[in-house]
């Protein structure tokens, strides 16, 4: 019975996993609804303002170009500051502009919160889930990282059926109110309650397959993987 419990015991989830699914979630928030559900507005906002779809789609070339900018000063950025308050920072700015788009009659204002989401989205998404996780992991973090990303893809497809559909019944005013309600719900308490920046936020050390590593080695692990090691300052 002892060697049952003691089974039992070493086979307990470890948190890091817990990060992986929470980071799963955001990615679907993200990039699932404010990336891949992009295209679906562009007919119905051009027909309602009276805009070329070319205009309308162009929003979408400006949240890249937002994005591609942040990406460059990014890292130092997460050098300096604490990575998951930046994470909580920007989720709360991007459900705002998300549904400050159902509100606009012009089609620059949405330019204005494209190039906003961009940034947030570099802020939210794949630099900082790659540096929490390198933390989290000693091992299997290619796993971790392919988990984590694959929500992005599942969000994705699903949120593009869901958002399709309430167009039709709903408009792309209310439905963009909708999504913003989904953003908030899937997103926010993932990254204000459950992600952590380190391992001994939670006093546990980085998950490691087969837990053959001591609690010295975890450690040192957890207290060395540094952002310098991925954004290198000059």
Not at 26 to 41: D, E, P, Q, R, T
Not at 72 to 96: C, E, K, Q, W
Request: charged content about 15%.
């Amino acid at each position: 019975r002892r060697v049952y419990f003691n089974k039992m015991k070493n086979t307990k989830l470890h948190y890091g996993w817990i990060i992986v699914i929470a980071c799963s979630l955001v990615m679907a928030a993200a990039m699932g609804i404010i990336s891949n559900c992009a295209s679906l507005f562009i007919k119905p906002i051009s027909d309602d303002l009276g805009v070329s779809r070319r205009a309308v789609s162009s929003t979408i070339s400006v949240l890249s170009i937002g994005a591609m900018i942040t990406s460059l000063f990014a890292g130092r950025l997460f050098n300096d500051h604490n990575i998951v308050s930046i994470m909580r920072v920007a989720i709360i700015v991007m459900t705002i502009c998300f549904f400050c788009n159902s509100l606009f009659t012009d089609i620059q204002a949405f330019y204005i919160t494209a190039a906003i989401n961009g940034i947030c989205q570099v802020m939210l998404t794949t630099m900082p889930i790659t540096f929490i996780l390198n933390n989290w992991f000693k091992t299997d973090v290619g796993t971790a990282l392919g988990f984590a990303s694959m929500g992005s893809g599942l969000g994705g497809a699903f949120f593009n059926a869901v958002a399709g559909k309430r167009i039709e019944l709903y408009g792309w005013r209310m439905t963009y109110r909708i999504l913003s309600v989904v953003i908030f719900v899937l997103a926010v308490p993932c990254i204000f309650f459950l992600i952590k920046r380190k391992p001994e936020e939670k006093g546990c050390f980085p998950y490691e397959k087969g837990g053959k590593n001591t609690g010295k080695e975890n450690k040192r692990h957890a207290e060395g993987n540094t952002a310098n090691m991925y954004f290198p300052q000059p």
